[in-house]
């Protein structure tokens, strides 16, 4: 089995499964758990990105960083600022 996907929960597993399911429509998949379009053009967003940091994974503690901003923990701003002064520390 792929990294990212091990590293997913089952409720993304379970989103990805039915998305599959409806051939990818976004627009059924929202009929389907009874939200708006752009509530899963969001949802989407996040597990794409979930699975980007994953692929892209060099750095742990970057990756951790990103991780807290896909899961809406700290903000991008936050992050970057965490970020440089690892980065200037570690300089």
Not at 19 to 46: A, C, H
Not at 55 to 76: A, R
């Amino acid at each position: 089995m792929s990294e990212w996907l091990e590293k997913l929960s089952d409720e993304d597993k379970v989103f990805i499964k039915r998305l599959v399911m409806n051939s990818g429509s976004l627009k059924k998949l929202s009929n389907e758990y009874n939200v708006s379009y752009p509530t899963i053009r969001l949802r989407t967003d996040k597990l794409i990105q979930k699975i980007q940091l994953v692929e892209e994974e060099n750095n742990n503690f970057k990756s951790k960083i990103m991780q807290l901003v896909i899961d809406g923990k700290i903000t991008l701003d936050v992050a970057y600022q965490i970020i440089n002064f690892y980065d200037v520390e570690r300089n």
